[in-house]
């Protein structure tokens, strides 16, 4: 603990100096009785340890043993892990090639991303445009139009769970529209068990597009929007080539994020559909799940999780690339 | 931005977007305080004409329902609630605290490489359902399947990159010059962090330990795989709700729905204007 007192990193020696001319000599003296042997680094690395440490035994350690197990056969009833046989790729191949559930798992969570990710962005990108205006009661709505990202996962998969069924209000509601020949069966029908999950899913997400969408939008300048009034751009002209040139990176991070966690999408459609009827609403995460802990194919399972993981990383790392710094640097 | 006033169409636009925002949690709100009576009623009734209070009692005193005839659900959600409440706040305590020092170091003594903040995003990237495999392996081996040890563990590691950014982007904006001002008054450097540092970024530290404890208050999957019969959250005690009665016990499996959910709603609205921070790494900031 000695060799970190009173002692100040390289960095920061010119902003000391000049911290220095307007203190009392004081603390000049004690300022230039600074030890040479400071090593900034040293205490660094000791904050960050613990963070390090826990990261290490509960993510890269399992990590690690889930990549050895993909490349074996090895499921519970053969006892310990060690004992199992390699079998190489085989686990790889057979997804890649024979397993034709887990392939349209995949695009069937490509395609849900892309539908869902358009409209929450959309409808995120509408009502944020809205709340530039002035109106009552601003404050207000704005908090009420955050609440769904507030609920957890879990309960907004009940929550219309029970709004989706037969003689639930939303079969009601379609009746009193439509007539009563007009209901439908959501959780019996492919197609409608997969509009159900997006709805539930733009519900659920759309606040969070409009509320990174909003704030991005405030932070544009106005100069370059006034010159564009002055030279005598329309409204519609200032937003598309002024407004949303300036707010690509902040566009980009939501798709960043939002993909990141979309592809994982798991609770809610656990809770409304467990995947059917059939597999029509079965996402990757859902059929790893069933693999590793319905079927107990964990060694299966684990090869399954790691391609998604490669495409994932691929994906994100083309996403991410115009604004890797202003997301990594934490908006410094 | 130009227009000031929003227009009669904008208006009808927003009052529609506002009842879909909230006729779900209506509806939630709604069931929660139906009689049994009124649970599966055709047509589906909106509002209940007699309110009761008998739903909630019900989580925690199975019988509850007897007095109207129905057979109550088989488990109490006592232990649920208690489950919920012991994982979330241990595991928010933790993954702040270590996240807090990581922050400090990473923000003010640039520890590690451009490649660390990407691992990091790459860990949220992984579906839980993978790391979940190994956990139970690894865990059913050292013991600690079905046990908040083995639980808290895992919900501090998934969090701890969430916290370490959301604190850093706070820590970030602190210019460095009021440390080292203190620094040069003879504090050493933890001294500076403990006295300095982290009282000027308490807003952020609170607003950053809510946020962890929305995270882990909603985690569904770890808990789902690991608990058998000594822990229990309430997202799978809901979910047992739903299977064990095939769906019947509506007002009931409500109930827990809005005891799962008010909290994080009212956690959500403190921190409203740190939650884009937050869902963001930091990288967006209000």
């Known amino acids: 603990m000695t060799d970190i007192t009173g002692t100040t990193g390289m960095t920061g020696i010119a902003a000391i100096e000049k911290e220095a001319m307007a203190l009392p000599p004081a603390a000049v003296t004690a300022g230039g009785s600074l030890p040479k042997a400071a090593k900034p680094s040293r205490i660094g690395l000791y904050l960050t340890l613990p963070g390090q440490i826990v990261s290490v035994l509960v993510l890269v350690v399992p990590l690690l043993v889930a990549l050895y197990m993909s490349f074996t056969d090895w499921t519970p009833t053969r006892g310990s892990l060690l004992a199992a046989q390699l079998v190489g790729i085989d686990n790889y191949s057979e997804l890649l090639v024979w397993d034709t559930r887990f392939i349209y798992a995949v695009i069937r969570t490509l395609c849900l991303s892309v539908v869902c990710l358009s409209l929450e962005f959309a409808f995120g990108l509408g009502l944020a445009v809205l709340f530039l205006r002035e109106f009552r009661g601003k404050s207000v709505l704005f908090s009420a139009f955050l609440t769904p990202m ?20 939303v079969n009601q509601m379609l009746e009193f529209v439509l007539g009563p020949q007009h209901t439908v069966e959501w959780f019996r029908s492919a197609p409608f068990a997969v509009l159900a999950v997006i709805v539930t899913e733009v519900w659920h997400w759309t606040p969070l597009f409009f509320l990174i969408l909003l704030s991005g939008l405030n932070s544009v300048p106005e100069n370059p929007v006034r010159a564009a009034v002055i030279l005598g751009a329309s409204p519609r002209q200032v937003f598309w080539r002024v407004v949303m040139p300036m707010l690509k990176p902040v566009i980009i991070v939501a798709f960043v994020i939002r993909s990141m966690e979309i592809i994982k999408l ?8 467990r995947g059917g009827p059939g597999s029509s609403t079965e996402t990757v995460s859902l059929y790893i ?44 | 931005m130009l227009t000031r006033k929003l227009s009669p169409l904008q208006m009808a636009i927003m009052a529609a977007a506002l009842a879909v925002v909230l006729f779900p949690v209506f509806w939630i709100l709604m069931t929660s305080i139906k009689p049994p009576t009124d649970w599966n009623a055709s047509p589906a009734i909106w509002v209940p004409t007699k309110p009761t209070l008998v739903n909630f009692k019900t989580l925690f005193d199975p019988d509850a329902l007897r007095e109207y005839g ?16 012991l994982a979330s706040l241990v595991a928010t305590a933790l993954s702040v605290a270590i996240g807090l020092l990581a922050a400090i170091g990473i923000s003010r003594y640039g520890n590690g490489s451009k490649a660390t903040p990407l691992i990091i995003l790459s860990g949220r990237m992984f579906p839980p359902a993978a790391i979940a495999v190994p956990f139970v392996i690894i865990f059913s081996s050292i013991g600690l399947t079905d046990s908040y040890v083995g639980l808290i563990a895992i919900y501090v590691a998934a969090t701890l990159p969430f916290s370490t950014w959301m604190l850093k982007s706070f820590v970030d904006d602190l210019p460095r010059e009021i440390e080292e001002a203190a620094m040069i008054d003879g504090l050493s450097r933890l001294r500076a962090h403990l006295t300095v540092t982290i009282p000027l970024i308490r807003g952020g530290l609170f607003a950053t330990t809510m946020f962890i404890f929305i995270l882990n208050w909603s985690e569904f999957m770890f808990a789902l795989v690991l608990a058998y019969s000594n822990i229990s959250t309430i997202p799978v005690q809901l979910a047992k709700y739903v299977t064990a009665t095939a769906g019947t016990l509506y007002g009931v499996q409500a109930a827990l729905a809005v005891l799962a959910m008010v909290p994080l709603v009212i956690v959500g609205y403190l921190i409203q204007s740190h939650l884009a921070r937050g869902m963001t790494f930091g990288a967006i900031k209000q």
């Not at chain 1, 798991?266 to 559909?273: A, G, N, S």
Request: hydrophobic fraction near 55%; charged fraction near 10%; include cysteine.
């Open chain 1, 289 to 332: 799940y069933k693999l590793a802990f319905n079927d107990f194919q964990l060694a299966y399972g684990a090869a399954a999780a790691f391609l998604v993981l490669l495409g994932c990383l691929a994906m994100i790392h083309l996403l991410l690339t115009p604004v890797r710094d202003q997301l990594l640097a934490g908006g410094r």
């Open chain 1, 266 to 273: 798991f609770d809610e459609v656990f809770m409304l559909t």
């Open chain 2, 70 to 85: 129905v057979g109550g659900v088989s488990q109490s959600a006592t232990k649920a609630v208690l489950g919920s409440l």
């Open chain 1, 150 to 169: 507030m609920i957890l996962p879990v309960v907004v998969g009940y929550i219309f769970w029970m709004l989706f069924q037969s003689n639930g209000p």
